[in-house]
């Protein structure tokens, strides 16, 4: 199982860092990742497997959107079930 992660804010040091310690932190294997900054702000979408995450998927959801309130991003963390399902007709 995977799921995508998206985080948009205004950029500033350790994103990345920050967010991976905590996929790494709940077992969730960083499986890709991209990232841009236009002008001041900062945009990247990581895919995880959670196969073996330990957490629940809504504990890490959870801890990734804590960690954006505390760094003023937005963290959004979908499943891969979700996302497929919103692109499937």
Known sequence: MRAVVAVIGKD???????????CAE???NVM??????????FAMTMLIDITKCKDEY???????K??????GLQIH???EDIF???HTI
């Open 12 to 22: 500033t040091v350790g994103i990345l860092a920050k967010v991976s310690t905590i």
């Open 26 to 28: 709940c077992n969730a």
């Open 32 to 41: 890709d990742v991209t990232q841009t900054i236009m002008q001041d702000l």
């Open 58 to 64: 809504n504990v890490l959801a959870d801890r990734l």
């Open 66 to 71: 804590d960690c954006g309130e505390q760094m």
């Open 77 to 79: 963390v979908m499943h």
């Open 84 to 86: 497929n399902s919103m």
